[in-house]
């Protein structure tokens, strides 16, 4: 399932969105004209009352199944936006720290170390989890920060509460880390998936069932109605994964910290 997700969500959003569409339509439409030319109308518009009945309540039931999935995958990416937002906001405060640390020696080995985990965030774990993938070097690189602060010697007060305020942002950062890890690996398992496709099928029958004289009107709002179920499963699968597709989540604050970087080693020149 991860595969195929993945492979869909490389695909640009405009060109994905109407392929699922037209797919949706193409099938509905179909369907509904063969089942038009074979079924048999005077059954069905006998059985018209029941029929539009049954359609309506199956329609308000997979409607609210939609509902509900929306609000979970969205309340989701809110979520992740705030994680990622947080862990941003740790890694600049620690990066500022770094920076004024008054022992220049020490600092400055710290910050090479630092400045490699954030390059590291930025070109591989960020690129990784686009495709759903984890990261080794990353971990790895990020161990070494923790391994430079600790082995910090503090020559008087304001160092050791410099190195506090440190320690501080590094652990606010690791558990942020944690919770974008988390969330990477969080999407709505296949279980859930099959009870939507198939709400969609019943759906759309169930819309067949209805007794239309006009067979092309017939075929076109069933092919519009499929459209409308499509665009929010397309929703949910964008939603679904943070870090694919064209919603996806991107490190800013990271890039941020190498754009300041940058900066300062121009001004010092």
């Known amino acids: 399932m991860k595969a195929f997700t993945d492979y869909l969500l490389q695909i640009p959003s405009f060109l994905l969105f109407i392929l699922i569409i037209a797919f949706a339509a193409i099938i509905a439409g179909l369907g509904t004209f063969l089942f038009r030319r074979y079924a048999n109308l005077k059954i069905l518009r006998s059985h018209n009352e029941v029929t539009?009945?049954?359609?309506?309540?199956?329609?308000?039931?997979y409607a609210f199944l939609l509902s509900f999935v929306v609000f979970m995958v969205w309340g989701q990416m809110n979520e992740t936006r705030t994680n990622v937002s947080k862990e941003g906001s740790s890694a600049m405060g620690l990066y500022r720290d770094i920076k004024f640390y008054p022992d220049t020696v020490e600092s400055k080995?710290?910050?090479?170390?630092?400045?490699?985990?954030?390059?590291?965030?930025?070109?591989?774990?960020?690129?990784?989890?686009?495709?759903?993938k984890t990261s080794r070097k990353t971990p790895e690189s990020f161990d070494r920060v923790f391994y430079k602060i600790e082995h910090l010697n503090p020559k008087n007060q304001f160092q050791i509460q410099l190195v506090a305020e440190m320690f501080n942002h590094l652990?606010?950062?690791?558990?942020?880390?944690?919770?974008?890890?988390?969330?990477?690996?969080r999407e709505i398992p296949p279980p859930l998936w099959w009870p939507m496709i198939l709400g969609a099928i019943i759906t759309i029958f169930c819309a067949m069932l209805l007794d239309i004289e006009h067979l092309h009107l017939h075929v076109a709002l069933n092919a519009l109605l499929s459209i409308f179920i499509a665009m929010i499963i397309f929703i949910i699968l964008l939603l679904d994964h943070p870090y694919s597709g064209s919603l996806r989540i991107k490190p800013q604050s990271y890039k941020?910290?190498?754009?300041?970087e940058q900066w300062d080693t121009e001004q010092s020149k």
């Open 256 to 260: 941020q910290i190498f754009t300041m």
């Open 171 to 185: 652990n606010d950062l690791s558990m942020y880390r944690g919770l974008r890890d988390t969330s990477a690996n």
């Open 52 to 61: 539009g009945f049954l359609f309506l309540a199956i329609a308000s039931f």
């Open 109 to 132: 080995q710290l910050m090479i170390v630092y400045l490699d985990f954030i390059y590291n965030v930025i070109d591989e774990e960020f690129p990784n989890m686009e495709h759903m």
